[in-house]
């Protein structure tokens, strides 16, 4: 066969197979079913997709999304801490600047504002890069991003792939833009363990995010992309520079969009944020700030689990300065003068301390203790140690209240004579009560004036069954004292109730406050995104007179200039005070006043074993007995110089029934020894604690009482009562009494 046939022939071996169709495997393959089956495949995904549309809903909220801490601040803003699992505070889309906003859109999704939630493409590579294991999906919108954050999990697979782009495309339909973009903001993690922008903002520049700027912002939309990596203080000077064009870009196509001008842009420089540092914890003093504003919160009415849902701005009324101040003091004239790991009854000192801003109830300093992560309980607001006699005025108070007069018919006032010989017995009573002055003195007829300066113990229990005892309690609750272990009997004069430094500064900063009643108020705004507290006014109505009170403060300014509490005296202020001692030194009180701060400081002796038992303060830095007018003292005096910036002109508007005439000088003598050394100290002579533990050789106070634990009292066979004595110090502890307080 030629070659021309053999062409011939090949050809027409071509026609019949173009007749003939495709063979084998090609046959399947050809173009219209290639088609087809990628139109078929189309309608299937897109049928597959309208069922998932239709099935898949949009879930409740993932349990770390509503996530939020409690941000505690002090009243000029500054952070004091914050308290939650999750460092978030979620604040409104009209809390960010505008321009701010706009930066997180430019940075993520420049036609967030226009489209439909998601981005196909962008959705389609995460998907690639998911199934072929490449790392991170990329080409989320905000709203993506936003839904995986709030609704779903970070889980890297395709089945929360797919959920995102439905649940996406639902909410952009359900939800305007506004909600979205505030939603993303507050649910994005920034590092440093700031999860939404009011947290990023602060862990980064320290501001709050209505105080940023668009530089500011731009660095914060910069670091979502990543956010470890991409931390200035971490970064290597490459990542710098990755972060720095970052941050370029973000503002660049902020003026491509229009939302910030070209000349602004060209004058911003890169906003270096501040270095990293702790979330301000629980520790120190925080501790025992926030647990009293939780605990005044409650007493308003916010229920417990809504403050621990978190999401709370709580803004105290604590002021930086004065609590720095308090704290500084408390160091200086206490701590530095224990020994707590050497000597065992400096282990046992525990300080505590309320400051109150009379005229409006502000709480502006408290100190509760060593530290809130070593020492618990607060020592500020604890209740299980008596005031002793800073509790006093009180009785003075209500006398001069309810017009009473002494057993001869006097009307009792600041020059009122009393018998102030230790161990007098009491008149007008039933059976014998006669308690013992401070170290046994007597001295004979003195004036109420004298009474205070000295804190006799004989005069104020007189005085206090003269005014009639329901009616000296009836004054203290009304000026503050808490209903807690509260006697009616004659030992009520010695202050053997139960209260807290809190309790008596708010007693202090009523007769500060010429009567009105004035309650000690730590909170100063409660806010949340969703609902307020409404806080009830600190200051209230006149509870006693203001010439009472006026006159009360007339009689306490002379214990600082000539009494016990002279220690607290100063040419930079003017002040009122009353110190107090307990029985056995187990509490030692200042409470004092100028007419800008009343101030309450005490020192208590908690046993480090025993479950925290009671003790003996005497012995404290190797000086003896730790009475009012030592160590509480300086340590007010030296706080409220601080507090003052150094000292005030403010001087006390009073009105007083009467002006004090000095006493002729009063004899002084000791019941069993004399004291070559007095000092301005005094113990008050009743019961130990509030709630005693009584002993067969214990004689107490024969009155009726309410007490619900009540003491024992020895009947002999006669059925007669035992004269009871008040119990005084023991030979040994006059020996200490006399050192004098070391300076």
């Known amino acids: 066969m030629g070659r021309a046939e053999a062409r011939q022939a090949r050809q027409r071996g071509a026609r019949r197979a173009r007749k003939a169709g495709p063979s084998g495997i090609r046959r399947f393959f050809t173009f219209r079913k290639i088609l087809g089956t990628f139109f078929g495949l189309c309608l299937l995904a897109m049928g597959a997709f309208v069922v998932a549309y239709m099935l898949v809903p949009v879930p409740e909220a993932n349990a770390e999304a509503k996530l939020q801490s409690n941000v505690y601040k002090y009243s000029d803003g500054k952070i004091l801490a914050r308290e939650g699992k999750l460092n978030r505070e979620i604040v409104g ?63 890297r697979t395709v089945t929360r792939k797919l959920k995102e782009l439905v649940i996406s495309l639902k909410v952009d339909r359900n939800k305007d833009k506004d909600e979205i973009l505030a939603g993303y903001l507050n649910t994005s993690y920034f590092g440093r363990g700031a999860y939404g922008i009011q947290a990023a903002a602060q862990a980064y520049y ?90 005044e919160l409650a007493e308003q009415g916010l229920d417990k689990a809504d403050l621990d849902a978190g999401g709370w701005t709580i803004t105290l009324n604590i002021d930086s300065k004065r609590q720095k101040a308090l704290e500084k003091s408390v160091q200086e004239q206490l701590e530095d003068d224990l020994d707590r790991k050497g000597n065992k009854v400096d282990a046992t000192v525990q300080a505590g301390a309320t400051s109150v801003d009379p005229k409006t109830g502000k709480v502006v300093a408290l100190y509760g203790g060593v530290s809130a992560t070593e020492h618990w309980f607060s020592n500020a607001t604890r209740r299980d140690y008596q005031p002793a006699s800073t509790f006093k005025p009180v009785v003075f108070a209500s006398a001069l209240e309810n017009g009473a007069e002494t057993q001869d018919g006097n009307p009792i006032g600041l020059n009122t004579v009393y018998d102030g010989t230790s161990k007098r017995p009491v008149e007008g009573i039933e059976g014998r009560y006669a308690p013992q002055n401070d170290l046994g003195k007597s001295y004979g007829p003195v004036s109420v004036q004298t009474s205070l300066n000295r804190s006799i113990n004989s005069a104020f229990a007189q005085m206090a069954v003269d005014v009639g005892l329901d009616e000296v309690k009836d004054t203290a609750l009304e000026l503050g004292v808490p209903d807690k272990n509260f006697p009616v009997r004659p030992s009520i004069a010695l202050g053997t109730m139960g209260a807290s430094t809190w309790d008596m500064a708010g007693v202090y900063a009523t007769l500060d406050n010429h009567g009105k009643k004035v309650t000690p108020t730590i909170v100063a705004e409660a806010e949340h995104k969703d609902r307020e507290v409404e806080l009830e006014d600190p200051v209230g109505s006149q509870v006693i007179s203001r010439e009472t009170a006026d006159t009360v403060t007339a009689g306490l300014t002379g214990v600082v200039k000539n009494g016990s509490g002279i220690a607290a005296k100063s040419s930079a202020y003017e002040a009122a005070g009353k110190t107090g001692t307990s029985e056995d030194n187990k509490s030692a009180w200042f409470a004092g006043y100028t007419p800008e701060l009343a101030t309450v400081v005490a020192l208590f002796g908690e046993s480090p074993k025993d479950g925290g038992g009671q003790v003996s303060l005497t012995g404290t830095a190797e000086a003896g007995r730790a009475n009012g007018g030592g160590f509480p003292a300086r340590i007010w005096a030296d706080y409220t110089l601080g507090a003052l910036n150094g000292g005030s002109d403010a001087e006390f508007d009073l009105e007083v029934a009467e002006v004090a005439t000095p006493d002729p000088t009063p004899t002084e003598t000791e019941s069993e020894s004399e004291d070559p050394t007095p000092t301005p100290t005094e113990t008050e002579s009743e019961s130990e604690d509030p709630t005693p533990t009584p002993t067969d050789t214990e004689t107490v106070d024969p009155s009726p009482t309410d007490d619900p634990t009540p003491t024992k009292t020895v009947i002999p066979p006669t059925g007669t009562f035992t004269p009871p004595v008040e119990p005084g110090d023991d030979e040994a502890d006059r020996d200490q009494n006399r050192r004098p307080l070391q300076p």
């Open 206 to 295: 320290g501001i709050d995010a209505e105080k940023l700027n668009v530089a500011q912002g731009a660095y914060l939309a910069s670091l979502v992309q990543a956010p470890s990596r991409f931390d200035w203080a971490v970064a290597s000077d490459e990542t710098k520079e990755a972060v720095t064009n970052r941050w370029n870009y973000v503002l660049n196509n902020m003026v491509e969009e229009s939302w910030l001008d070209k000349s602004t842009r060209d004058g911003l420089k890169f906003p270096v944020p501040k270095a990293p540092k702790a979330a301000p914890g629980l520790s120190g003093q925080a501790g025992y700030i926030v647990e009293a504003a939780k605990e």
């Open 93 to 155: 889309l009209e809390k960010i600047p505008r321009d701010v906003q706009y930066a997180f859109v430019a940075a993520e999704n420049k036609t967030f504002f226009e489209d439909s939630g998601v981005d196909v493409k962008g959705t389609l590579r995460g998907l690639k890069n998911t199934v072929t294991g490449q790392g991170k999906q990329g080409g989320s919108t905000i709203t993506q991003q936003y839904v995986k954050n709030y609704y779903l999990t970070q889980d």
